[in-house]
T-cell receptor, first 110, second 113 residues
Framework: QQPVQSPQAVILREGEDAVINCSSSKALYSVHWYRQKHGEAPVFLMI?????EQKGHEKISASFNEKKQQSSLYLTASQLSYSGTYFCGPGGGGADGLTFGKGTHLIIQP | EPEVTQTPSHQVTQMGQEVILRCVPI?????FYWYRQILGQKVEFLVS????????KSEIFDDQFSVERPDGSNFTLKIRSTKLEDSAMYFC???????????FGQGTRLTVV
């Protein structure tokens, strides 16, 4: 069962902040975030393993609330290079695979 | 830097033909995945493979699809009788174990005519 992401699309000006949310009806033990630029393969951003954990990557950080089965991705002072589609997934091999949400399209304008 | 490689980058096939998409995962990885992405749509999980067997598959992965690891390095996706709706970008990915980062190949664009 795929995670649900919101919003579906965001248009920002360079330097603005954005939050992308991911929620699951299924228990989440970890959350993966990926970014896919147009015409390219998805690229791993980060994995969050524990409830309430926060991680950072450049000016992109994320939180994971295991009890609420939610994760949020925070992009601060967005740069043009942040444009792309962001996917969250529950992670795992074994019985879960990597089932992505529908993605959030992020467009950064100069 | 190690990477997942996929061949061919683009394949055109006639409806009803069999196709085999090839992937070479990162050498010490244990989990392998196939995904597809229809143009303009999300990345859809097809199948995961571990310890020489399928560990999970989606509804998309029906009897027309099969995966194989014929030797120690290749991981293949076979579509037995292609349909027009199989046209998509197919991504292979691998991870060292199930819970960590998955590395994606650059994809094979399959066009069924």
């Amino acid at each position: 069962q795929q995670p649900v992401q919101s919003p579906q699309a965001v248009i920002l000006r360079e330097g603005e902040d954005a939050v992308i949310n991911c929620s699951s009806s299924k228990a989440l033990y970890s959350v993966h975030w990926y970014r896919q630029k147009h015409g390219e393969a998805p690229v791993f951003l980060m994995i969050l393993l524990k409830g309430g954990e926060q991680k950072g990557h450049e000016k992109i950080s994320a939180s994971f609330n295991e009890k609420k089965q939610q994760s949020s991705l925070y992009l601060t002072a967005s740069q043009l290079s942040y444009s792309g589609t962001y996917f969250c997934g529950p992670g795992g091999g074994g019985a879960d695979g990597l089932t992505f949400g529908k993605g959030t399209h992020l467009i950064i304008q100069p | 830097e190690p990477e997942v490689t996929q061949t061919p980058s683009h394949q055109v096939t006639q409806m009803g033909q069999e196709v085999i998409l090839r992937c070479v995962p990162i050498s010490n990885h244990l989990y392998f995945y196939w995904y597809r992405q229809i143009l303009g749509q999300k990345v859809e999980f097809l199948v995961s493979f571990y310890n020489n067997e399928i560990s999970e598959k989606s509804e998309i992965f029906d009897d027309q699809f099969s995966v194989e690891r014929p030797d120690g390095s290749n991981f293949t996706l076979k579509i037995r009788s292609t349909k027009l709706e199989d046209s998509a970008m197919y991504f292979c990915a691998s991870s060292d174990w199930g819970g960590t980062e998955a590395f994606f190949g650059q994809g094979t664009r399959l066009t069924v005519v």
